[in-house]
């Protein structure tokens, strides 16, 4: 079963507008991730969080993290048509520090 | 310079045909990844290496067989292709094995088989 689900699967929203995309998990993390995956590219790392921090910043990106709820929610401030992607979180698992599980992503469009 | 590369960038070939794709990091980073991406855009980790020595193997079948012949460099040879390999395979790498850090990607082979 899936590690980390996004929601929603999709967003469109106007030029200007925040967005907000979150990831839910089913067991204990060490941290979670956020990466950003342009059409025909690889994935690109946003922003890293862990399990003992609640908020981070980078820029017009905010990342937060509930352990309680297992979630993790990832805001865009005055998006723009260059943040059209998919988002995806990955997280760390508290057992197993050799790999991180994706999720299977939001994708993000941006209308002019 | 391009961080992580992977050849070919599209790879087209009948179904039974053997196929590989390589990859390469110059960013100094002494862990490696395989993943494949399928169509619904699920990325699932296939294998990872460090420092040349195979760390994760993701119960993937054994017609897929990694190498990497040092830590810069790891390819990804393909036996007996079926229409189920048919995905965007990515190549990472991170600076170490730990998952606190984070993993550059390469830009993906997009293998379609016939």
């Known amino acids: 079963s899936q590690q980390g689900e996004e929601d929603p699967q999709a967003l469109s929203i106007q030029e200007g507008e925040n967005a907000t995309m979150n990831c839910s998990y089913k067991t204990s993390i060490n941290n979670l991730q956020w990466y950003r995956q342009n059409s025909g590219r690889g994935l690109v790392h946003l922003i890293l969080i862990r399990s003992n921090e609640r908020e981070k910043h980078s820029g017009r990106l905010r990342v937060t993290l509930d352990t309680s709820k297992k979630s993790s929610s990832l805001l865009i401030t005055a998006s723009r048509a260059a943040d059209t992607a998919s988002y995806f979180c990955?997280?760390?698992?508290?057992?197993?520090?050799?790999?991180?599980?994706f999720g299977k992503g939001t994708r993000l469009h941006i209308l002019p | 310079d391009t961080a992580v590369s992977q050849t070919p960038k599209y790879l087209v070939t009948q179904m039974g045909n053997d196929k590989s794709i390589k990859c390469e990091q110059n960013l100094g980073h002494d862990t490696m990844y395989w993943y494949k991406q399928d169509s619904k855009k699920f990325l699932k980790i296939m294998f990872s290496?460090?420092?040349?020595?195979?760390?994760i193997n993701e119960t993937v079948p054994n017609r897929f067989s990694p190498k990497s012949p040092d830590k810069a460099h790891l390819n990804l040879h393909i036996n007996s292709l079926e229409l189920g390999d048919s995905a965007v395979y990515f190549c990472?790498?991170?600076?170490?094995?730990?998952?606190?850090?984070?993993?550059?990607f390469g830009d993906g082979t997009r293998l379609s088989i016939l």
């Open positions: 290496y460090n420092n040349k020595e195979l760390i």
């Open positions: 990955a997280t760390g698992l508290m057992n197993r520090d050799d790999k991180i599980i």
């Open positions: 990472a790498s991170s600076p170490g094995l730990t998952v606190d850090q984070p993993q550059h």
